[in-house]
């Protein structure tokens, strides 16, 4: 009777774990996902930048 018990709580001991890898694979594909954008959004607004920069260099150098 204890060894059935034993084994059902290892059983479940067993599915909690597996559980919590499973999250953890959700997890790391969602912080791989979010880095990703972060990059995208950092070269954009890097982007950004160089643009108006170079519009601030034109007005300076405009004829008035």
């Known amino acids: 009777e204890k060894t059935k ?3 059902a709580t290892q059983q479940e001991s067993i ?14 594909r969602l912080m791989a996902a979010q880095q990703a954008d972060t990059k ?9 930048n160089e643009s108006i920069d170079g519009l601030r260099r034109c007005c300076r150098t405009a004829p008035r």
């Open 5 to 7: 018990g034993l084994e």
């Open 15 to 28: 599915d909690q774990l597996q559980v919590v890898q499973d999250q953890l694979v959700t997890m790391k």
């Open 40 to 48: 995208r959004l950092s070269e954009q607004v890097a982007s950004l």
